[in-house]
């Protein structure tokens, strides 16, 4: 047992899914610069101390300032221990036991159960709920602001759309609203998206929001950002000011490894959250076609297959998938429903793939998937490491998108693994071990001959 094994029951989990910020699975990942921030945070640290003067300094100034640098629309920023607590906190503060104006339709729930309306009500203030489930408009706010107004509050509902009969005012618009009454508009952008991204168009971005004139802003570090869980507040000044100096932000604020893989995270933006939502399809789809292959030669059934990919799993875009989408091999010519003689969607080469039901949300993202038994799903859940994909009509799919380049020679040997354990190979001997050529995009297989073999119940790849 290694150290890291024996020292924490958090287990390494291959994120196969296809779902970029998968919540069972921490968010995101890290990159390589937060990673080492965290280690180097872990010691002692100046976090408290300018050691120009020896006096004590600003808790958390460098994370502050690139923060600040990040998003020079903000002319206040700050940082706590999530967004709930970046709402909870700005709530308190700007509207103490006054009205919070709110769209019906903006009132959320989460996929944990989390109900934005508690929250609010938690802080003391009093929720005066405008509009519709589906329409509301300006005039629905102006009427509703008066003097016990403490803030408008918009939220953007990421886990969930609704489409019909729908209306609700542009917030640029709401945003001069507020302004003619002065009164501060809160905006809970929620994503992570510090500016635009032009394959999330329909998510909002921090810098827009401010633009149109959003007094406040709060988002999560640990989505479409890519760093460790915590909530940033940025915007007006006076308004940041009162926020940090309010007596419940010494409950909120974070602790120095976070503060420290914030600031890496942000002065080092390409994480592999990014990575991720850039991947090429193509080079996807290389990476699933050298894994099938090593796979077969290995007496594994093993497929390349066209795929989908989301951003988040329970909210982290504007744009469901269907459950009705179609996940087919690229080529493939297959009718929708055939099925092999044991009843399950055929993983060969040579034919199509279809599977139903994968949900998510969030606009889809082409990728590629290596196609496995539905057997082997649970011993790569439970191997080491542990490999998470998604189980569809008898195939479990390892979509590659949210897999790391350099984590497909760990990937190959753990499905080897699994499949032995499962029996769901017959090749004895060891086979060739993949590895990362240098300055390679995809997995690379040295020459060496291995029998083809057929996986019983399966047909021969």
């Known amino acids: 047992m290694t150290l890291a094994r024996a020292a924490t029951g958090l287990r390494p989990v291959i994120n196969a899914t296809g779902v970029l910020l998968h919540g069972g699975l921490g968010r995101a990942p890290l990159s390589a610069a937060a990673r080492a921030a965290l280690d180097l945070a872990a010691g002692t640290t100046d976090l408290e101390l300018d050691l120009g003067t020896g006096r004590r300094g600003r808790r958390g100034r460098t994370a502050l300032a690139a923060l600040a640098a990040a998003v020079p629309a903000a002319a206040g920023v700050h940082i706590v221990n999530n967004n709930a607590a970046g709402l909870i906190l700005a709530v308190t ?20 159960g989390f109900r934005l309306p508690e929250l609010l009500v938690c802080t003391g203030a009093r929720l005066r709920e405008v509009g519709t489930t589906n329409r509301t408009t300006l005039g629905d706010y102006a009427d509703a602001i008066g003097p016990e107004t403490g803030l408008v509050l918009h939220v953007h509902p990421s886990s969930y759309q609704v489409v019909g009969l729908t209306d609700t005012p542009a917030i640029n618009d709401l945003a001069a609203l507020c302004a003619d009454f002065e ?11 510090l500016h635009p991204e032009p394959l999330l168009a329909d998510e909002p971005d921090v810098t827009t929001w401010l633009g149109f004139g959003v007094n406040v802003v709060t988002t999560s570090a640990d989505k479409l950002l890519g760093g460790p869980q915590c909530g940033l507040l940025l915007g007006r000044a006076d308004l940041i000011d009162r926020i940090r100096r309010h007596p419940m932000a010494r409950a909120m604020r974070v602790g120095k490894l976070t503060l420290a893989a914030l600031e890496a995270t942000l002065s080092h933006p390409d994480s592999p959250v990014r990575q991720a939502l850039h991947a090429r399809p193509e080079r996807l789809t290389t990476r699933a076609e050298t894994l099938a292959a090593w796979l077969r030669r290995s007496g594994i059934a093993a497929s390349a297959v066209a795929s989908r990919a989301v951003v988040d799993g329970g909210g982290g875009g504007s744009s469901p998938l269907p459950n009705d989408a179609a996940f087919r091999r690229s080529g493939g010519h297959r009718r929708e429903g055939a ?50 994909g998604r189980v569809e009509q008898g195939c479990c799919l390892l979509d590659l998108r949210t897999v790391p380049v350099e984590l497909d020679p760990v990937l190959a040997a753990a499905v080897l693994a699994a499949a032995t354990e499962a029996g769901a190979t017959t090749i004895t001997d060891a ?6 050529a240098e300055d390679a995009d995809v997995m690379t297989i040295e020459s060496m001959a291995i029998p083809r073999a057929t996986v019983p119940g399966r047909r021969a790849p």
Do not use: N, W, Y
């Open 93 to 112: 503060a700007l509207a103490g036991r006054r009205e919070i104006v709110v769209s019906r339709g903006e009132l959320v729930e989460t996929a944990d």
């Open 183 to 193: 009164i501060p508009l809160v905006g809970d952008c929620g994503s992570g998206l």
């Open 339 to 388: 099925r092999d003689e044991d009843g399950m969607a055929p993983a060969g080469p040579e034919s199509g793939l279809t599977i139903k039901g994968f949900g998510g949300f969030g606009p889809e993202l082409p990728s590629a998937a290596v196609a496995l038994d539905a057997v082997i799903a649970a011993p790569l859940r439970q191997g080491e490491p542990s490999v998470l």
């Open 431 to 436: 086979p060739t071990e993949p590895h990362i």
